[in-house]
């Protein structure tokens, strides 16, 4: 009966490995701490989540009011990614974002959602973006 068992779940096994990696798996990554990083220092780090088997970061941001290089590092973070075949998605902090930053926020999906680096919920749907409280 053991024998079985095992048989059954070694049979399987492939089905489950092939099925988790067809997952995307993406990092939270903090904008806000890296107010000085340069497109290569987005390489290093997108090199190295690579290389462990992530497939994009979720780009934890504040406004441009709270964080004024927000803006910058976005665009590095988006640049890079493209250049190492990567996807970002944006993730709208609201310990900082409010309702009265809609047009913002507006503004910033405008300005990504078609991005080459820019990731998506499933192949053919909107763009991808999170809200964090």
């Known amino acids: 009966m053991a024998k079985r068992l095992v048989a059954a779940l070694l049979a399987v096994m492939p089905w489950a490995v092939e099925s988790q990696a067809e997952k995307p798996v993406y990092a939270h990554f903090i904008v806000?701490?890296?107010e000085n990083y340069s497109v290569e220092d987005w390489k290093a780090d997108i090199t190295q989540a690579k290389a462990?088997?992530?497939?994009g970061f979720a780009l934890n941001c504040a406004p441009e009011r709270i964080d004024s290089y927000?803006?910058?590092q976005l665009a590095n973070a988006y640049q890079a990614a493209e250049?190492?075949?990567?996807?970002?998605f944006i993730s709208f902090d609201f310990a900082y974002w409010?309702?009265?930053d809609t047009p913002a926020?507006?503004?910033?999906?405008?300005?990504?959602?078609?991005h080459p680096a820019q990731a998506y919920y499933r192949y053919i749907s909107p763009p991808l973006i999170t809200f964090f409280q």
């Open 105 to 114: 926020i507006i503004d910033i999906v405008g300005n990504y959602s078609s």
């Open 98 to 100: 409010s309702t009265g």
């Open 52 to 55: 462990i088997g992530i497939d």
């Open 83 to 88: 250049e190492l075949d990567f996807k970002v």
């Open 32 to 34: 806000g701490i890296v």
């Open 70 to 72: 927000t803006p910058k």
